[in-house]
Structure formats: C-alpha cells, structure tokens
Nanobody, 126 residues
Framework: QVQLVESGGGLVQTGGSLRLSCAASGRTIRPYHMGWFRQAPGKEREFVAVINWSSGNTLFADSTKGRFTISRDNAKNTVYLQMNSLQPEDTAVYYC???????????????????WGQGTQVTVSS
C-alpha cells in the first residue's frame, strides 16, 4: 500500500507564501513524475504543477507560472510546492499525486497519476 501525505496548508493573507510537502510512505515506489492539483469550492479539480522525478523538469499551469515552484527530494520521496504571491483565487484543497506507469504524454491530465493524497486546505484571505 502506498500513501501520499500532504502537509503545510493553512490560512495566509493575500501576497503571502506557503510551502506544501507531500511524502510517499508504505510500499516503495519509483515515480516517473509527481504533481500537484487543486480543487476550489464548486469547481473541478485542476492541474497546478508537475515534476519529472529523474530529470527535475517541471511544468506549470498558466495561473501559477512565476509564482509557484515545484521541487523534489528523491532520497525522502518527497515533493514540495512553494507558493508565493498567493491570491484569494488560489484558495483550494491541494492534492499531490504520483505517476508510476511511465513518462506521461499528458502530464496535466489526472489519468496520468496512479496515487493521490488526501488533500490539504489552502485558504488565502483578502
């Protein structure tokens, strides 16, 4: 059994920063990629960012580009999402996910991910 556990969410004011972490535990996995998605109230879950586990190459949603960074610690099987210049529209439950089947052809697509965390709430107050 593989578990992805997110942490680091919370309440922050507009313009503030948060750093989310996602640690994989249980059965050892070797992901090809790990990503972050988010779901705001009343909206569908959307792609935020993804990182290739071996190369470190990254991809971001247009709405987060330049404000968010994604990184990983291979030894700890942990992925991070550094979020700066947060805006009220960033308020959502943030989920991390891991893909283990191979290099994704559509890294923004949820179907490319095999394991999901339970989510962590991020609230940005105006």
């Amino acid at each position: 059994q593989v578990q992805l556990v997110e942490s680091g969410g919370g309440l922050v004011q507009t313009g503030g920063s948060l750093r989310l972490s996602c640690a994989a535990s249980g059965r050892t996995i070797r992901p090809y990629h790990m990503g972050w998605f988010r779901q705001a109230p009343g909206k569908e879950r959307e792609f935020v960012a993804v990182i290739n586990w071996s190369s470190g190459n990254t991809l971001f949603a247009d709405s987060t580009k330049g404000r968010f960074t994604i990184s990983r610690d291979n030894a700890k099987n942990t992925v991070y999402l550094q979020m700066n210049s947060l805006q009220p529209e960033d308020t959502a439950v943030y989920y991390c996910a891991a893909g283990i089947r191979g290099i994704p052809t559509r890294p923004r697509d949820e179907s490319e991910y095999d394991y999901w965390g339970q989510g962590t709430q991020v609230t940005v107050s105006s």
